[in-house]
Every structure is written in C-alpha cells, then in structure tokens.
C-alpha cells in the first residue's frame, strides 16, 4: 500500500489478474513506485483527455495508431497527463509494442508494460480498486490510532502539549499550534528528534520565511484550522503548523491532524468556557461588594479565595465600560486574558472580573500608598485600552471605552468606590474621550445622569439652551460649540478665540448673537452656572 493513499505499479503487477497475463516491463522499470489511484481501460486515441492522473491505462492497443507520429502522440498526451503507468495486452493489434512507442515512453519517463496473455481487465480493476480501498481503509486506522492515543492523553490529565507531542511522533516532523493571527502557543517536536532541532528555533526560521516571502508557509507544509465555534473572525481560534522539516509529510499525516485539530478545539473550547466563568465568578464577587451584599469584613477572605492578595495598603476600584457596539458577544474570556496579560507589567496585585450583561469589566487594584493612584491609573487604563484592541472588539466608528477610576480606600469602601466607578463610567459615555476619567471630578454628570429620566431635566435643558439648539439646527453656523469653548475658559475671551481660531470681533459678535438668542447676560454667574449644568446634561436629556 501506497502511504499516499494508493498502491504501486510493482504491487498492481504482482496482483493476481495482472501477474496471470505474464507482464512484461519494457520502459521505465525504475519508476514502478509510482502511485496508483485508479484503473481505467479504453480504446480511443484521445482517451488523455478523460484521465485525470495516477490511473493505471489497460488497453488492447486499438487507440495507439498505425504510425508513428500517432503513437508518440498518444503516449505524450498519457505522460503529459501524469498516469501511473500504460499496460498493454498483446494480441490481434500488436504482437510486440512497437520500438517508437517504447522509446517514447522512455524519453517522457512513463512506465509502458505488456501482457503476453490476454486477461480479464474487470478483474484487475476490482483487484486494484479492493487493494486501493482497503488501503485507504489502512490509513484512515492510523489516523484513528493517533485520535484514539491523543483522547487517551487527555482523559489520562494530559493537555495540549501532549497532544501535539503525539502527532509530532507520528509525523517524523515538528508540530506548532499558533493562534489564527500567527501567534505562537505550543510547539511539540518528535521524541526521535535530535537535540539540535530545537522546534522553536525551527519555528523562528519559518516566521522568517513567511515574512520574507509574505506567501504563506513553505511549501509541504500541511496546514489545519482548528475551529473557533463561531462565524466570520471567530470561525477559526487555532491553526496546527506541521512543516517538513525532517520528512515529507502525506496524506496520512493530513489526516491525523485533523482528527487532532476536532480534539484541540474541544479543549480549547472547554479552556475557555473555564476561564470565562472564572472571570464572571470574579466580576460576581466585585458586583456583590459594590451592591453590599459581601461585607466588607468577609471579603478579604474571599478575595483571596479568588486569587487577590493585596498588601496593606488602599485598594484602587477601577471600572471600564465598552460602548454597547463593543460589548462582545462570546470574546469576555479573550478579553480578559488579553486585559490580565497587559496588567502583569503594572506590578501591583489585581482582581479583574467581567459582567457580560452590563458591558463592564470591574477591577480592584492594591496600591502601596495613595500617591502611586495617578502612576497606576495611567499604566491600568493604557492596558484595558490595549486588552481590547488585541481582543479585536474595537469597532470603526464606535465610541471608546471608557476606564473611570474611583476613590482609593480600604475593603470598607472598595464597595462604594466600585459602585461610585461603575455608575460614573455609564455617565461618561458621550464625553471627549481621555485615557481615563477620575470619579471624583464627575460627580455633576453622574447626578445630570441620574435624574435623566425626570422630566425637570429636559424641560431645564430647553429653557436653558433650547433656542441655541434651534438656531443650530437652521443654520450652518453653529453657535454652542463656540459657548462650549467660552464656558471651558471660564468666560476668558482671548483663550477662547485662540481655541476657535477666530479674530476677537468675530468671537465677540458670536458672543452678543448667543446673549440675543437665549436672552441674557452672558457676564451674570448664575447665567454662566446654569447653562454649563445644561450644557453637560443635554447628552441625557431625551
């Protein structure tokens, strides 16, 4: 049997129907290894053209031709196609294949036999055919001996390594598992391996290799996706890598590893099913502090159960809070392995949690004193930020995430500062976005924000700003952007129109045109008070 799924010219002519018509090799005896996939008799001149490849040609002769030039034709045209090999039955039509045909067949390297007995050609096509059958039988038990000894490594407590060091032994080659983008996460080399092939040295050369040539893997190299559950980008979570490194690799190999790339995905599905709900277990323990059903007396304990040890010092509550776009529907688990790994390089002890329903991924951090709060705030946001991107839940066009840090404490008030985060980092959304938002100077939009269902807020908000709204939404020369400026410098005209790029005249008619529209003096604190309050709630205001 043939490991690429066939069997060989020599082992066809040692079967029983063609050994009975006594075959007789009389061009390229060297190449009977040739790979036979199927048996096809016929008698037309141009039967080339309904071969594929790899088939075993039976014929009497009668469609080689009577000249020369035909039959040199006919034979091209076979080795052209890339058959196994032409057997030809002597008899009426040749007594002896004629010397051009025979050379002919030498010059294309195409293995020419003849019969010097006339033989039943159905019966060496079901010969073939049973022996091709049941060698494909023959490899397709390999394949399920390497999924039958990776199920056993896992059911015995073993993981993916295992796994991988299992097909690396049967393959003869180095084995890699990289995420869908490339990345690396487990390589196995085979245990007959010597210890210079080092399999990550060797997947380093072929990153090498990819990035030269920007053309995928080399070539023999079998690739296998192994599957994500999902659609589109998440139809795939991991691909196995098996390059040819020490021996070709065959169809054979193929097929194990695709039975090994079924098993992989249910690991990896079950890793991640385990490491999502560990996270929502902690995005569990971090809500019921913040709604004060653990008290705070017990939640050290239960931190610590949870893996957060933190030192003497306060505890810093921080709450992110993906726009409804980005809430991601099955990645919580990429998300927060991608925020943990980002958050390793902060150096201080973290409790993450995630809360699918709400969007919302709550932390406690355990700083060393109050003065490392703004050091630690920025390195925290900047890794929430990168945790999304590298969990691909930003969206074009979507608002960002919004990252607002409360107050530092102890566990007696890490419960209130991470309810105080949670609710700000709601009220946030829709304000000019920064790398973090600090609660504490927040408290008038939490308080616009939750009185944003009463109808005394949009009824403030139109007496306040409603004509200026009006005329905006009539005019292409907008005017609240420019009163936005005005009030953020505190009522100071020279910094306002140098934000607004505009000469002083033109800022001081704008100025005079708002004063006319909403009526009122523009100089006056209360005025200046209360159209800033109705600047900031208008973004709740129905």
């Known amino acids: 049997m043939d490991s690429q799924g066939g069997i060989t010219v020599r082992r066809a002519l040692e079967l029983p129907g063609l050994r009975g018509g006594l075959p007789e090799v009389v061009a390229c005896a060297d190449r009977l290894d040739r790979t036979v996939r199927w048996v096809h008799a016929g ?60 050379e002919t067949a030498r010059a294309a390297g195409l293995p020419v036999v003849q019969l010097h007995r006339e033989v039943a050609f159905v019966s060496v096509t079901e010969e073939v055919h049973t022996e091709i059958v049941n060698g494909h039988y023959a490899l397709l038990r390999q394949a399920e001996e390497v999924h039958r000894r990776c199920t056993e490594a ?12 299992i097909l690396a032994d049967f393959a003869g080659n180095p084995v890699f598992l990289e995420t869908a983008e490339g990345q690396l996460l487990y390589a196995a080399a085979p245990g007959a391996a010597p210890a210079a092939a080092d399999p990550l040295q060797i997947w380093e050369g072929l990153r090498g290799q990819r990035a030269a ?78 709604a004060g059903r653990i008290l705070a007396e017990d939640a050290p304990a239960q931190a610590k159960v949870l893996g957060f040890k933190p030192g003497e010092g306060p505890l810093l509550p ?77 969206r074009a066009g ?20 991470l309810q105080h985060a949670a609710e700000t980092a709601t009220a946030a959304q829709g304000l000019s976005d920064r790398p973090w938002y ?11 924000w939750r009185l944003r269902d009463h109808p005394d807020l949009a009824a403030f908000v139109d007496r306040a700003i409603g004509p200026l709204r009006e005329h905006d939404r009539a005019s292409r020369a907008a005017l609240l952007p420019t009163l936005e400026v005005y009030l953020a410098h505190a009522g100071r005209k020279a910094e306002t129109a140098r ?33 800033s309050l109705a600047l900031r709630a208008r973004r709740h205001a129905p």
Do not use: C
Request: glycine fraction near 12%; charge should be neutral.
């Open 438 to 448: 600090d609660a504490r100077r927040l408290d008038i939009d939490l308080l616009l």
């Open 154 to 165: 896992l059911l015995d407590g073993g993981g993916v390594p295992q796994v991988l060091r």
């Open 213 to 290: 040539r920007a053309a995928g893997p080399p070539a023999g190299t079998v690739l296998v996706d192994v599957a994500g559950g999902g659609h589109g980008t998440a139809a795939v979570r991991a691909r196995l890598v098996l390059p040819a490194v020490s021996a070709p690799l065959l169809p054979v190999h193929r097929m194990a590893a695709e039975r090994a790339a079924g098993i992989l995905a249910v690991v990896l599905m079950q890793a991640r099913q385990e490491e999502e709900l560990a996270a929502r277990g902690r995005g569990d323990f971090l809500t019921d502090l913040a």
């Open 43 to 102: 008698e037309v001149p141009n039967i080339a053209s309904l071969l594929k490849g790899g088939e075993l040609l039976l014929t009497t002769g009668l469609g080689l031709g009577t000249r020369p030039a035909e039959q040199r034709a006919f034979v091209r045209g076979l080795a052209d196609r890339g058959i196994a090999a032409l057997v030809v039955e002597l008899g009426p039509r040749f007594d002896r294949l004629p010397a051009t045909l025979v």
């Open 318 to 394: 921080v709450v992110m809070r993906l726009a409804s776009e980005l809430s991601p529907s099955g990645s919580w688990a990429l998300l927060a392995r991608a925020v943990l790994e980002e958050l390793s390089s902060v150096g201080v002890p973290v409790l993450l949690g995630v809360r699918p329903v709400e969007g919302r991924v709550p932390l406690l951090l355990g700083l060393r004193s109050e003065s490392e709060r703004t050091a630690v705030a920025d390195r925290v946001a900047t890794a929430l930020r990168t945790g999304v991107e590298r969990a691909g839940l930003e």
């Open 499 to 531: 934000e607004l790029h505009l000469n002083r005249q033109t800022l001081y008619n704008r100025l005079a045109r708002i004063a006319e529209l909403l009526g009122t003096d523009l100089d006056d604190p209360q005025t200046v008070l209360a159209l």
């Open 398 to 417: 979507a608002e960002p995430p919004v990252v607002v840090v409360g107050v530092a404490g102890g566990w007696a008030a890490a419960g209130a500062g």
